[in-house]
């Protein structure tokens, strides 16, 4: 069965410090695994992805993720906290589903409190 | 430019009403799905279709049904809104064969 855990349901950080969100995921296939962004009272905001292609994953803002298949792991890394990035993160594997279809199974979500 | 709407962006209800949730894409994209948020769950898939008069049933989806007519629309019904029905609605669509999904903006739908 597939499934996404994200270990840390809060994570508080200081402003300048580095960001570690982490995300294990099981699979039975090779998955391609997405980071999300949620600032309050918005909507979803692709952050990054990884589909087999060179690892880590660089994305918007800063951020980054290593996908460690030995580990079952794609957590998501930023070296210096900002404010703004003060939200809910979403880890998520798409997985084959029926007839060339895939799926999302969303983690239960990691929010990042900035501290000044 | 292309892209994915939902309406109403806010809803409130009574216990016991009909609610229907607008999505809307213009991608042309086959699949089209509906998911609810609520604290400590994540995003839970409701229901999802992968093609005009293709609907399935998701992980949640008791007291919801959908239908789809045509590609670009695919809304989602409350048929007797209960409070346990309070959440934040979201629709999203994929290419067919893609492993990427888009997401719309969100609803909020409060059940009193």
Not at chain 2, 13 to 24: K, M, Y
Request: proline share 4%; aromatic share 12%.
């Amino acid at each position: 069965a597939q499934s996404v855990t994200q270990l840390d349901s809060h994570v508080s950080v200081s402003e300048g410090t580095p960001v570690l969100l982490r995300c294990n995921y099981s699979s039975s296939y090779s998955p391609s695994l997405f980071w999300y962004v949620q600032h309050p009272n918005k909507g979803l905001q692709l952050l990054l992805k990884y589909t087999s292609a060179a690892t880590p994953v660089k994305g918007i803002n800063g951020f980054e993720a290593e996908f460690k298949k030995s580990e079952t792991s794609f957590h998501l890394t930023k070296p210096s906290a900002h404010m703004s990035d003060a939200a809910e993160y979403f880890c998520v594997v798409s997985v084959p589903f029926t007839s060339g279809t895939y799926k999302y199974i969303f983690g239960t979500g990691t929010r990042l409190k900035v501290l000044a | 430019d292309a892209e994915i709407t939902q309406s109403p962006r806010h809803k409130i209800t009574e216990t016991g009403r009909q609610v229907t949730l607008a999505c809307h894409q213009t991608w042309n994209h086959n699949n089209m799905f509906w998911y609810r948020q609520d604290l400590g769950h994540g995003l839970r898939l409701i229901h999802y279709s992968y093609g005009v008069q293709d609907t399935n049933k998701g992980e949640v989806s008791d007291g919801y049904s959908v239908s789809r007519s045509n590609t670009e629309d695919l809304p989602l019904t409350l048929e007797s809104a209960a409070s346990s029905q309070t959440s934040v609605y979201f629709c999203a669509s994929s290419e067919l064969g893609s492993n990427e999904q888009f997401f719309g903006p969100g609803t909020r739908l409060t059940v009193l």
